[in-house]
C-alpha cells in the first residue's frame, strides 16, 4: 500500500470522506433533515469569513447557510448525500452482476441465448433511459428498493454490451478451449477463466457507472420522480433552492460542486485500481 | 579497407525497464558487438529469441524500437559515424542506403494501397528516381525475384498475392532505391518450408545480382548458412563466434555454437504397430459451419498405444482441422472416430468425462494456451481436482511429482505464466495435460514458437514421458526434422487428403510421389550449396507460388 500515486491518495480520502459522512449521517449533521431552524436562504458561515455576504449580515450559525424554507443546508447536504450515495451504491452493484454475469454467459454459450438476450438489450437501449425510467415510475410506487431496481436494471444493459464486447474476446483463446475441452461447466468457465481477464475494462466502467447512477438519481429527484420530500437529496435539493439563483444565492450550486467532487475523486481511485490491476503479473495490457 | 561498407565498433544498446513493484531502471541489452560487412557481402546475424539480433540490425539504420536506445559505440555506414549524424542525414540513410525487410510482410504492407505504389514511395521520396523510372525499376526487380506476371503485379493489392509473393515484394521494396545495404529481419521465417526455397532463392540472387550488402537475421542456422559469407553468432546481447560460413558450420569452436550446429540430431527408433489402435479415425470428411468446402476428405490414420503418429503438412492442407475433429470441436460431415475400444460421439456434448480425459491437447502457442491470472499450481492441479477429486496435501503432491517430470523445481509453483520462459510455458502446458493421465496427446504444432535449442529440449522430454507414462501423440506438424525425430507412423498431408502414410522409414524413403518430395527436399539443411541443389532438381512448384 506504499506505493500509492497522490492522485490516488486524493481520491481515496475524498471518497472515504463522502462515504463515511454517508454513513454516520445522523452523528455529524448539526440539526435534523427536515427541521426548520432560522429564516429563508440565510447567508452562510463560509461567505461571511470570506466577507463576500450581502450588506448587514455580520454572523450566521449555518456552515453553509439555509435553505428556501429555512432548513439548515450543511445537515440536507449531509443527509442527502447518504441518500445519493446508497441509492447508487446498490443499483451499481445490482448493474454489474446482471449485466456481466449475463454478458459472459452471452458470450461464451452463443446461438440462441445471445441472440435472445443481445436482441432484448438492443430493444430496452433504444428507448432512452430516462424517459423510460420517468414511464416505469410513474406507474409503480416510488419507494427506494424500486428505484434501486429500475435504475441497476436500465443500467445494466450497457453493462452487459461491454461485458459481452470483452467476453467475446477473451472465450476464443486457447485456455477457454482448453478448458472446453477438459469439460468444465458454464460457471467456472464464466467466473475462473473469463472473469479474471475482463476484471480491468468492467473496473474502469464501474468508477463511471455509479457517477451515471448518482446523476440519474439526482435528475429523477429534481424532475419530482426520484426521492420523496421531506426526504433529502443531492437532486432534490437542486430542485428546491433552484429559484435562488436569480436573487443571486448559491444554495443550488453546492449539491453540484459535491457531485462534481465525488465523481472525481471516483474515477482517481477507479484509475488507479485499474493500474493495479492491468500490471498484475501477466495482465492484458 | 576503402570497400568496408558498414563498420561497427563496441556498440551498445541499453532500454529502461519498468518491472512491477521496482523502481524502472536501465538494462543494456547489446554488450559491445563489431563487426565489418564489405560492399557486397552477406554477414547473418543468428541467436535465439532475445539474443539483441534484430535491434542490432536497427542500429545498423540508427533506429532502436519501442524505447530501445543506442546508449554508445561506433556505427560507419558508406564512411560516416551515423549515431552521431544529425536527422536529416539520418533521413537520408533510411529508405535509401539502408533499407529493411521485415518478418511479416502481411503486417507490413498497407493493404488499402496498390504493391506498386508501396514499392516505389522510398525511392521517389528520397529523389533517387521520378515515378516512371521507379516503377521500371520495380518491374524489373519483380521480374529478377521470379514473381509472376511482373508487369501487372503491381497493380494488385496486398491481399491478391501469397504470402511467399509478399514477402518478395517487400524484398523489391527494399531494393528499389538502389540501397548499399538492406537489412532483412527473419524474411523467411512465417513461410511454409517449400515457399521458403522460392524466397530464399529469389533473395540470394537479387543480392548477388544487384552487389547490394546484407545483413541477414534468423534464428535458423540452416537457411542463414545459404545465403551468408559470414555468419555471427550472438546470445543474449554478445558475440559468441563471429566467422565465414564455412568455418561456423564445419568447424565450429564455441559450445554454444556447436549445439546449435548438432541440433535437431535426436535419434529414434520407429516402433512396430501393436495390435489394437488407439485412435482410429475413418473415412473423415468434415468442412466448416457456412462453407461449401471440404476441408478434410475422406481422411483415414490409425494411432497405436504409446506411439507417435505425425501429421505433416503446409499451412492449408488441414492437418489442424483434423485435430479439431477429433477433439469434437468440429464434427465431421462423414465418417466414424474410434478411441480405446470405444466409438467417440463427433461433437464435445456427446463425450463422457473419461473420453474427455483421456484425450488431451497441447497448443502450439503456450502464451495463450494458460490462464495469465492463473498461477502454475492451478493451471496443472485443475485437472488433477477436477478428474480425480484431489484436494490439499494430495493434489499439491502430485503437482509436485508432475513440475519434477517436466524439470521443473517446486518453486515454479506459484508464478505465473507471465514470469516464465517460451519453453518453460509449453512444459507447464505438457504437466497440465499428463495431470489427466491421458492415451493420447493431440500436440498441435507445440516446438514451432520456440527457439531450436529450447525446441529439443521439449522434444527429448516428450519423448522421455511416452516411455514412462505410455501415452501415444498426435504429432501435428510442419516441420519435418522433427518428424523424423520422434515419430512411428507418418501421415503427409496435402489439400485436405492424406497423400502419403505408413511407418517413418516406409514414408520417407523413395520412390516418392511429388509432393513428399518437394516437402522432403525443402527442409534446410545444415550443408554449403544446398539450396542449389535443391533448386536444381525440384519436381513440382510449392502451394505458396
Known amino acids: 500500500m506504499k506505493n500509492i500515486p497522490v492522485s490516488a491518495m486524493i481520491g481515496l480520502f475524498l471518497t472515504a470522506l463522502y462515504f463515511l459522512t454517508a454513513l454516520f449521517a445522523p452523528l455529524i449533521a448539526p440539526y435534523g433533515v427536515a427541521e426548520v431552524v432560522g429564516d429563508v436562504w440565510e447567508p452562510s458561515k463560509v461567505e461571511i469569513l470570506l466577507g463576500i455576504a450581502p450588506e448587514g449580515f455580520t454572523e450566521s450559525d449555518y456552515w453553509l447557510g439555509t435553505d428556501n424554507i429555512g432548513r439548515d443546508l450543511l445537515s440536507r447536504m449531509i443527509y442527502g448525500g447518504r441518500t445519493t450515495i446508497f441509492i447508487a451504491t446498490p443499483a451499481t452493484i445490482i448493474s454489474f452482476t446482471t449485466g456481466s454475469i449475463l454478458g459472459f454467459v452471452a458470450a461464451v454459450l452463443g446461438g440462441w441465448f445471445d441472440q435472445v438476450m443481445s436482441r432484448f438489450v438492443d430493444l430496452i437501449m433504444s428507448i432512452p433511459t430516462l424517459i423510460f425510467a420517468l414511464v416505469v415510475l410513474s406507474v409503480m410506487p416510488v419507494t427506494i428498493p424500486m428505484l434501486i431496481i429500475v435504475m441497476g436494471l436500465l443500467d445494466a444493459t450497457r453493462v452487459y454490451r461491454l461485458a459481452r464486447a470483452v467476453a467475446v474476446d477473451i472465450s476464443v483463446m486457447d485456455y477457454v478451449e482448453a478448458a472446453r475441452l477438459r469439460g468444465e461447466k458454464l460457471a467456472w468457465i464464466v467466473f475462473r477463466e473469463i472473469l479474471p481477464n475482463a476484471l480491468s475494462p468492467l473496473v474502469a466502467e464501474m468508477g463511471l457507472r455509479f457517477i451515471f447512477a448518482v446523476l440519474f438519481v439526482s435528475t429523477l429527484s429534481f424532475l419530482g420522480l426520484g426521492v420523496q420530500p421531506p426526504e433529502a437529496d443531492w437532486g432534490g435539493i437542486v430542485k428546491e433552492n433552484k429559484d435562488g439563483i436569480i436573487y443571486g444565492i448559491p444554495a443550488a450550486l453546492i449539491p453540484a460542486f459535491a457531485i462534481a467532487t465525488l465523481a472525481i475523486s471516483v474515477n482517481l481511485v477507479a484509475d488507479w485500481v485499474l493500474n493495479r490491476t492491468t500490471s498484475l503479473k501477466g495482465g492484458r495490457g | ?545
Open chain 2, 1 to 545: 579497407m576503402s570497400d568496408t561498407l558498414v563498420k561497427v565498433r563496441d556498440l551498445k544498446i541499453g532500454a529502461t525497464v519498468y518491472p512491477p513493484g521496482e523502481k524502472p531502471h536501465d538494462i543494456e541489452i547489446v554488450h559491445g558487438v563489431s563487426f565489418d560487412l564489405a560492399a557486397g557481402k552477406v554477414l547473418g546475424l543468428i541467436g535465439e529469441s532475445g539474443a539483441g539480433k534484430s535491434t542490432i540490425g536497427l542500429a545498423a539504420m540508427a533506429y532502436g524500437r519501442g524505447g530501445v536506445r543506442i546508449t554508445g559505440g561506433e556505427v560507419w555506414v558508406n564512411g560516416r559515424d551515423i549515431l552521431k549524424s544529425g536527422l536529416g542525414d539520418v533521413r537520408k540513410l533510411r529508405g535509401g542506403e539502408v533499407t529493411y525487410v521485415s518478418q511479416s510482410a502481411a503486417a507490413s504492407f498497407n493493404p488499402a494501397k496498390k504493391i506498386m505504389e508501396q514499392v516505389t514511395e522510398a525511392a521517389i521520396v528520397q529523389g533517387k528516381f521520378g515515378r516512371k523510372e521507379a516503377e521500371d525499376r520495380a518491374r524489373e526487380l519483380f521480374a529478377k525475384l521470379g514473381l509472376p506476371d511482373p508487369d501487372n503485379i503491381g497493380e494488385r493489392y496486398p491481399h491478391q498475392v501469397s504470402g511467399g509473393q509478399l514477402q518478395r515484394c517487400m524484398t523489391a521494396l527494399a531494393l528499389c532505391p538502389e540501397p548499399d545495404l538492406v537489412v532483412f529481419d527473419e524474411p523467411t521465417t512465417a513461410l511454409d518450408v517449400t515457399t521458403q526455397i522460392d524466397v530464399l532463392k529469389a533473395i540470394k540472387e537479387a543480392i548477388k545480382d544487384t552487389g547490394v550488402a546484407a545483413l541477414y537475421i534468423t534464428h535458423d542456422l540452416a537457411v542463414v548458412a545459404q545465403v551468408s559469407d559470414d555468419i555471427m553468432v550472438l546470445r543474449m546481447g554478445d558475440t559468441v563466434e563471429y566467422g565465414s560460413v564455412d568455418q561456423i558450420i564445419n568447424n565450429p569452436q564455441e559450445d554454444y555454437t556447436k549445439a546449435l550446429v548438432s541440433v535437431r540430431s535426436i535419434e529414434h527408433e520407429e516402433k512396430a504397430p501393436t495390435a489394437e489402435p488407439v485412435l482410429s479415425v475413418k473415412n473423415i470428411t468434415a468442412r466448416y459451419k457456412g462453407t461449401k468446402f471440404d476441408v478434410l476428405h475422406d481422411v483415414s490414420v490409425d494411432l497405436y498405444p504409446g506411439q507417435t503418429l505425425a501429421v505433416v503438412g503446409e499451412s492449408g492442407s488441414g492437418k489442424s482441422t483434423l485435430a479439431r475433429v477429433i477433439t469434437g470441436l468440429l464434427p465431421p460431415r462423414e465418417g466414424e472416430i474410434s478411441f480405446a475400444g470405444r466409438k467417440l460421439s463427433p461433437d464435445l456434448d456427446g463425450r463422457s468425462l473419461e473420453d474427455l480425459r483421456e484425450l488431451q491437447m497441447i497448443y502450439q502457442m503456450a502464451d495463450v494456451a494458460m490462464n495469465p491470472r492463473q498461477t502454475v499450481g492451478t493451471i496443472i492441479g485443475r485437472p488433477l481436482e477436477f478428474y480425480f477429486g484431489m484436494r490439499g496435501a494430495e493434489k499439491r503432491k502430485r503437482i509436485l511429482e508432475l513440475l519434477e517430470e517436466i524439470e521443473l523445481g517446486p518453486e515454479f509453483l506459484d508464478r505465473y505464466p507471465a514470469e516464465l520462459s517460451g519453453g518453460q510455458k509449453q512444459r507447464v502446458c505438457i504437466a497440465r495435460s499428463l495431470a489427466a493421465k491421458p492415451k493420447l496427446i493431440i500436440c498441435d504444432e507445440v516446438t514451432s514458437a520456440l527457439d531450436p535449442l529450447v525446441a529439443d529440449g521439449i522434444l527429448k522430454l516428450l519423448l522421455d514421458l511416452q516411455k514412462i507414462e505410455d501415452v501415444a501423440y498426435l504429432f501435428i506438424t510442419h516441420d519435418l526434422a522433427t518428424v523424423k525425430a520422434i515419430s512411428d507412423n507418418i501421415a503427409v498431408m496435402y489439400q485436405g487428403k492424406v497423400q502419403r502414410y505408413g511407418g517413418k522409414t516406409e514414408v520417407l524413403t523413395p520412390p516418392f510421389d511429388d509432393y513428399t518430395d518437394l516437402l522432403l527436399s525443402s527442409v534446410p539443411e545444415m550443408k554449403l550449396g544446398w539450396l542449389e541443389e535443391v533448386i536444381a532438381h525440384r519436381k513440382m512448384e510449392s502451394a505458396g507460388n
